[in-house]
């Protein structure tokens, strides 16, 4: 079916409506309170349609918030009715079985009308530094049933018509630890919604509701023949992979299972998580939106990394999720680490795909958030402190090349960390160092990317939360590439005392000059260590990313001198050991 807008005008529209949700996070990034929000990027701005679907989305937004910003609006239509909002409402969610996420993923969101006519509603999700309960930060591992975790603010309208409701205001103000700073993060999110009304009220009312309506519906039809066009091009069939998790949080010599199949049929595609484990104790579930922004996320990378998101994105995609597992769980399940196993759900999701489509599958990531939560009293200014940061770690090996080092999750997209030097100024924290981790790639071909190395001390007594994953199952290679090295957390103790590896705990204690250091997890190999360059595996060793003894996993010797190859002594050993591996 032809379009019946002229391509001129369908370009202008969809550049304006990603403009306008780029502007939207300028403006909370500007004005935000929580370097979660104005450093890291924690965020992700959405326009949505009256009926719920998502028009377009912010550059650099979060890929793991692709599902579930459309239906957290769609439940404030069903409670109050299309005719149920005015101009100048504003409404806060954050309910956890509907937007499948922990409570901290606070949404805002508001109509856009041109004349009487509601045409939009531009949205923002930002993590707010707290939201009340038991958890200090992100990574407590305590919690056993959601009302643990905080407020769950349900589709409340905080404005109406332009007007404050001040009752809802002093709710959240009374029930969060640091109000000054989630407050702010709202009038933020607030600030960002009023300009992107005004965004979208121009763009409607220079082109007409109509015409740009046509639009948006032409940008959908033409991401689905996208989609399916690059569905196509992969092989039908049913491919299956396993993984699984260290545990919830709670049973820690219990292991969960991860197990996906998917299915290719022509142009359509299905993410069957049918057999992943049922709902945990610890709070590592999430809600059905979670599960189904994990397969959207893997199926966006494999069919159109570079087109804008938009509801046409996925509709050749279908998940099965049946209630009731660690992806689905309802209430009262824990949902505080909801974000923790996705990465590997991932993983496991393209690793299923790799017999498939060998040349676009790379080795298994650093496969988990990664980030910490240090938290306790700024004795020198008498107030409390949070501080939460995230950190990096390998990407594997691809099919032409080594994995990115340092990067955060497949999740979390253009996620930054916050610089040390601005962690420092803000909280009575010193930083050892922040380096490279050497040898935590997987060999391969294409090595694995290396995660990092970070090692923190606290100026007064403090508390640290850790949520390392995936120590027992390691970021695995392809094709013969080698597993990437796990991630650790352990503390060093100042008083001479055994230092401990810690791997999940909540509010550990930690004294001044106690030293905490997170070790993250590099990438898998691609592709037969024996099949590398030589003279990669030596630039390597020059550049500190491997040392000089497992260049021998590649079978390659150096001169201990220069550290040039000596390719006869090479291609001897590589000989010698293909010859072992037929035994």
């Known amino acids: 079916m032809k379009s019946r807008v002229d391509p001129a005008t369908l370009e202008?529209?969809?550049?304006?409506?990603?403009?306008?949700?780029?502007?939207?996070?300028?403006?909370?990034?500007?004005?935000?309170?929580?370097?979660?929000?104005?450093?890291?990027?924690?965020?992700?701005?959405?326009?949505?349609?009256?009926?719920?679907?998502?028009?377009a989305q912010n550059s650099g937004g979060l890929p793991i918030f692709l599902a579930d910003m459309g239906v957290a609006v769609r439940d404030g239509i069903e409670k109050y009715g299309l005719s149920g909002f005015e101009p100048g409402d504003a409404i806060i969610m954050n309910a956890p079985y509907i937007c499948g996420q922990h409570l901290n993923n606070m949404v805002v969101y508001s109509p856009c009308f041109v004349g009487e006519r509601l045409v939009a509603f531009p949205a923002v999700r930002a993590h707010w530094l707290d939201v009340g309960g038991s958890r200090v930060g992100f990574g407590s591992v305590e919690t056993t049933e959601i009302y643990q975790e905080g407020l769950q603010l349900r589709s409340i309208k905080i404005y109406r018509g332009g007007k404050l409701d001040e009752n809802i205001?002093?709710?959240?103000?009374?029930?969060?630890?640091?109000?000054?700073s989630s407050l702010g993060d709202l009038r933020a999110q607030l600030a960002a919604c009023r300009l992107g009304e005004r965004r979208l009220k121009e763009l409607f009312e220079r082109y007409g509701v109509d015409t740009v309506n046509v639009c948006i519906e032409e940008m959908w039809n033409q991401s689905e023949r996208l989609a399916r066009a690059a569905v196509a091009a992969i092989p039908d069939g049913e491919y299956t992979a396993e993984s699984y998790l260290d545990n919830d949080g709670q049973e820690l010599d219990k292991t969960v299972p991860v197990k996906v199949t998917v299915r290719v049929r022509g142009e359509e595609m299905e993410v069957d998580f049918s057999e992943v484990a049922e709902h945990v104790r610890g709070p590592i579930n999430c809600g059905p939106s979670g599960g189904i922004a994990a397969a959207r996320v893997a199926f966006k990378a494999l069919t159109l990394p570079?087109?804008?998101?938009?509801?046409?994105?996925?509709?050749?995609?279908?998940?099965?999720?049946?209630?009731?597992?660690f992806l689905s769980a309802g209430p009262p399940a824990p949902l505080g680490l909801w974000s923790i196993p996705l990465p590997t759900v991932i993983d496991t999701v393209l690793a299923a795909l790799a017999p498939a489509v060998p040349e676009r599958i790379p080795a298994a990531h650093k496969g988990e958030m990664g980030g910490f939560a240090i938290y306790g009293k700024d004795e020198a200014s008498g107030r409390r402190y949070v501080c939460l940061n995230m950190t990096g770690g390998g990407w594997g090996g691809r099919p032409r090349g080594d994995g990115p080092n340092a990067a955060v999750s497949i999740c979390q997209g253009d996620v930054r960390n916050t610089p040390i030097e601005l962690l420092e100024a803000r909280y009575p924290l010193f930083f050892d160092y922040f380096s490279l981790r050497p040898d935590s790639g997987g060999a391969g071909r294409f090595r694995g990317g290396l995660g990092v190395e970070l090692a923190v001390r606290a100026r007064y007594p403090a508390a640290v939360n850790f949520n390392i994953e995936r120590t027992k199952c390691p970021p695995w290679g392809l094709w013969g590439g080698r597993p990437g090295t796990v991630?650790?957390?352990?503390?060093?103790?100042?008083?001479?005392?055994?230092?401990?590896?810690?791997?999940?705990?909540?509010?550990?204690?930690?004294?001044?000059?106690?030293r905490v250091v997170f070790l993250t997890a590099g990438g898998g190999g691609w592709g037969d260590p024996l099949e590398r360059e030589p003279e990669a595996v030596a630039r390597d060793v020059r550049g500190g990313y491997i040392s000089s003894g497992e260049a021998a996993d590649y079978g390659v010797v150096l001169d201990p001198a220069t550290g040039e190859v000596n390719l006869k002594a090479t291609e001897t050993l590589r000989a010698r050991l293909r010859r072992e591996r037929k035994k």
């Open 169 to 180: 205001w002093q709710i959240i103000s009374d029930n969060i630890r640091f109000p000054e």
């Open 306 to 325: 570079s087109q804008p998101v938009d509801e046409g994105c996925f509709r050749p995609l279908k998940v099965v999720l049946p209630p009731g597992k």
């Open 487 to 514: 991630g650790e957390a352990r503390v060093e103790r100042a008083s001479g005392l055994p230092g401990e590896s810690v791997t999940k705990r909540t509010r550990y204690p930690i004294v001044p000059e106690d």
């Open 12 to 55: 202008i529209v969809r550049g304006a409506l990603v403009a306008s949700a780029n502007e939207m996070a300028m403006v909370l990034s500007r004005t935000a309170y929580n370097t979660m929000i104005f450093e890291v990027q924690d965020y992700c701005i959405g326009v949505i349609d009256p009926a719920g679907r998502l028009i």
